[in-house]
């Protein structure tokens, strides 16, 4: 039977996956971009470095989004869930999806579609933004319960 402790573990799991993928597009980054510039057919031969630079940089923020969801994962499977330092790390998960947006809608200076991720991760940051504040504020009623006796 489906339950949250494997919930947990598929989540960790997938989390995993997408750290592996992240080092294997940086590690592969000059291919996978010759590969894609020929690929479109688009006449993306002088652009092949930005897209190189847009992957680089945007895989620092990716990096420790991956990394904060992680830890936030292992926390929650400890049974810590409504705490401030959850609240960080949301709020690092959010910052780094704005960032990658950033960074996003800087790469439109030379190839348009770079739009729709940027709006996807602004979008993405935003959802995380909410929920922090949902669990921020679940912080604060534990918090005050936990001191009314």
């Known amino acids: 039977m ?3 402790e494997k919930s947990i573990i598929l989540s960790k799991l997938c989390v995993l996956l997408f750290m592996g993928l992240l080092v294997a597009a940086v590690v592969t980054a000059p291919w996978l971009t010759q590969w894609y510039v020929q690929f479109s057919q688009a006449g993306l031969e002088e652009e092949a470095a930005y897209f190189m ?3 680089y940089v945007g895989s620092v923020p990716a990096a420790y989004l ?12 400890t049974g810590q869930v409504f705490t401030a330092k959850n609240v960080e790390l949301l709020r690092r998960i959010s910052w780094s999806c704005f960032v990658g947006a950033g960074i996003a ?6 190839y348009y579609p770079w739009f729709f991720m940027g709006v996807a991760a602004a979008f993405m940051g935003l959802i995380v933004r909410v929920v922090k504040n949902v669990v921020a504020q679940a912080v604060e009623l534990k918090n005050e319960a936990d001191y009314t006796v």
């Open 2 to 4: 489906w339950n949250g």
């Open 53 to 55: 630079a847009t992957i």
């Open 66 to 77: 991956l990394y904060s969801l992680l830890k936030l994962l292992r926390r929650i499977e």
């Open 105 to 110: 809608l800087i790469s439109l200076l030379y």
